[in-house]
């Protein structure tokens, strides 16, 4: 199985075009093998870019877990990438089909290739039922969570995927790496959450360190920078327009007053190509 190592401001993944090639294995099973840092070829998870009527193409995304996500931000600017470098759709302009739907894409092609994408991300989920959560609120804005002894504000958002997002003073390991999976698999997240922990800057700037829920710490989560994006005005603490730092990179956002939407824009890199014999 050919296969094309990519990623988008740090968080990466191995990507395979269905449009030539068919899989070895079930596709959790093969995530699980080819993200291995040590055994397998390394990387967050695995994306699947396939043939789709009516659109583009379709991309199916599965953390390093194996467990398959709705949506993945970084990795739907690499595949609009993959499209147009390898001439599957040579347009500035692409819809791809996800699981959250189909999502339109403008690419900024720089001789003949693409190193930053802008995705409509579509509308946030603000209705706990559908994010889902059992904390209270529509959405809930800086709800109280009580997590390994700590007391936390939270505001959750689902850009198509579940956030939980957490305004700190200073991202520290012992957030991201203990509080981070406790978040992920509390009881009053049914599906499981991903946790953004997020230093304000400025009204127009912040840092953020993320835990995925399935994939662990990534240098950079684009549905996450989105819900972080909404958060930060639902709670008072950002504008509209915004600029996340993430470990691996800058990410652009805007939630549009006019239309409801969330637009990111950012990097999309490929690294290398090879062959899977696993
Ligand atoms: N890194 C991604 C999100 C990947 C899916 C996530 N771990 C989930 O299970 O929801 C991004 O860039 O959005």
Same mark, same amino acid.
Request: glycine residues 12%; proline residues 22%.
């Given at each position: 199985m050919k296969f094309t190592k990519m990623h988008g401001a740090g968080n990466d993944y191995v990507y395979v075009n269905l449009f030539e090639e068919t899989l070895p294995t079930e596709a959790p099973a093969l995530a699980r093998a080819v993200s291995d840092r040590h055994k397998g070829i390394g990387g967050d998870g695995l994306v699947l870019i396939e043939p789709f009527e009516n659109a583009d193409a379709r991309m199916r995304m599965f953390n390093l877990d194996g467990s398959e996500a709705e949506m993945c931000g970084n990795a739907i600017r690499c595949v609009a990438k993959y499209l147009y470098d390898h001439g599957i759709a040579k347009k500035d302009n692409l819809q791809i089909q996800t699981g959250t739907g189909l999502l339109h894409l403008e690419l900024f092609p720089e001789n003949g290739i693409v190193e930053r994408v802008r995705v409509n991300m579509g509308e946030p989920i603000l209705e706990s039922a559908k994010i889902p959560t $059992? $904390?209270?609120?529509? =959405? =809930?804005?800086?709800a109280t969570l009580i997590v390994g002894g700590m007391e936390l504000q939270v505001t959750c958002v689902s850009m198509g995927n579940p956030h939980c997002v957490t305004f700190v003073d200073e991202l520290t390991d012992d957030l991201v790496l203990k509080i981070g999976p406790q978040i992920e698999k509390h009881e009053v997240f049914p599906r499981k959450i991903n946790a953004e922990f997020i230093q304000v800057i400025s009204p127009e700037e912040f840092n953020m360190r993320v835990w995925e829920r399935g994939s662990g710490e990534t240098m950079a989560c684009g549905t996450g920078a989105s819900a972080v994006a909404v958060a930060g005005v639902l709670t008072g603490k950002m504008s509209r327009k915004v600029t996340g730092h993430l470990l691996g990179g800058n990410l652009e956002l805007e939630w549009s007053e006019e239309t409801n939407e969330v637009f990111m824009t950012g990097p999309a890199t490929e690294v290398f190509s090879g062959e899977w014999n696993g």
């Open positions: $059992l $904390l209270a609120g529509d =959405p =809930p804005v800086n």
